[in-house]
């Protein structure tokens, strides 16, 4: 992944709504709007106001309302004025959005960029307090399994909601070696309960994005990313995700 991925990169990509539906791809991209074609014979035109973006996963971009949201507002046969796309609500999204991320009329901010979790496997991991807890062995839809040794083996079943991020290097989990040794240390897979409990009772890390089902490239509280390679030891801010927070 980049540190600056221009909008134009994005043309082609499918896009999805907030309720994980199809909204076709990318056609072309204004200052104003995405526009997207869905279908081959019976084709819709949505024309989405660009700040209405939500995030990007390397493969779709997912935006802030529903599949009905924009059929019912944003799908016209041609190009719309501007006018039509304008309301007090998005006037507000796009000064919001302006202020927390600057570059957003010419890229993808940076902290949008989120990365699928089958993209992690064979990664290292870490703990909160940096120490070493092996290599991701596999995703299951609860948890992360990270496997450390090679003759005498321990598996971690990392619930994914104490996953903080990704920085280009390894993965990032919220919780000390011995909070993880302690709690998620075991010879076989959680049941699904089991598995259950522990996300009802963790606390929601900035990294899970439900929205996309994907993994935040940014580490809070972790030197800053691989989109922005600084080794700066100042802790990254928290990330935020548009149309989440």
């Keep these: 992944m980049s540190d600056i991925i221009s909008w134009d990169k994005a043309i082609g990509t499918k896009v999805k709504s907030s309720d994980d539906e199809d909204l076709g791809k990318v056609q072309s991209i204004t200052r104003d709007y995405i526009q997207t074609k869905k279908g081959t014979v019976s084709k819709s035109y949505y024309f989405i106001p660009k700040y209405y973006l939500s995030g990007y996963d390397g493969d779709r971009l997912w935006v802030s309302l529903s599949k009905s949201e924009v059929?019912?507002?944003?799908?016209?046969?041609?190009?719309?004025?501007?006018?039509?796309?304008?309301?007090?609500?998005?006037?507000?999204?796009?000064?919001?959005?302006?202020?927390?991320?600057?570059?957003?009329?010419?890229?993808?901010?940076?902290?949008m960029v989120q990365l699928p979790w089958d993209k992690i496997i064979g990664e290292k991991v870490k703990s909160s307090d940096?120490?070493?807890?092996?290599?991701?062995?596999?995703?299951?839809?609860?948890?992360?399994?990270?496997?450390?040794?090679?003759?005498?083996?321990?598996?971690?079943?990392?619930?994914?909601?104490?996953?903080?991020?990704?920085?280009?290097?390894?993965?990032?989990?919220?919780?000390?070696?011995?909070?993880?040794?302690?709690?998620?240390?075991?010879?076989?897979?959680?049941?699904?309960?089991?598995?259950?409990?522990?996300?009802?009772?963790?606390?929601?890390?900035?990294?899970?994005?439900?929205?996309?089902?994907?993994?935040?490239?940014?580490?809070?509280?972790?030197?800053?990313?691989?989109?922005q390679r600084s080794r700066s030891t100042t802790p990254a801010p928290p990330t935020t995700y548009l149309g989440t927070s």
Excluded at 78 to 94: C, D
Excluded at 136 to 149: H, L
Aim: aromatic letters at 8%; one cysteine or more; hydrophobic letters at 25%.
């Design 71 to 111: 059929e019912s507002r944003f799908e016209k046969e041609e190009e719309p004025e501007l006018s039509e796309l304008e309301t007090p609500e998005y006037a507000q999204r796009r000064t919001t959005v302006m202020e927390r991320h600057p570059e957003f009329a010419t890229s993808i901010p940076s902290d």
């Design 130 to 227: 940096k120490k070493d807890l092996g290599d991701v062995e596999s995703i299951a839809s609860d948890y992360v399994e990270a496997k450390e040794g090679v003759v005498s083996k321990k598996h971690y079943f990392i619930p994914k909601y104490f996953i903080q991020g990704f920085d280009g290097d390894k993965l990032c989990a919220s919780l000390t070696e011995d909070e993880v040794k302690d709690r998620f240390e075991r010879d076989s897979p959680p049941s699904r309960p089991q598995s259950s409990r522990t996300r009802r009772t963790g606390s929601m890390c900035a990294g899970w994005n439900p929205a996309t089902r994907s993994l935040s490239t940014a580490c809070p509280g972790w030197p800053k990313s691989l989109r």
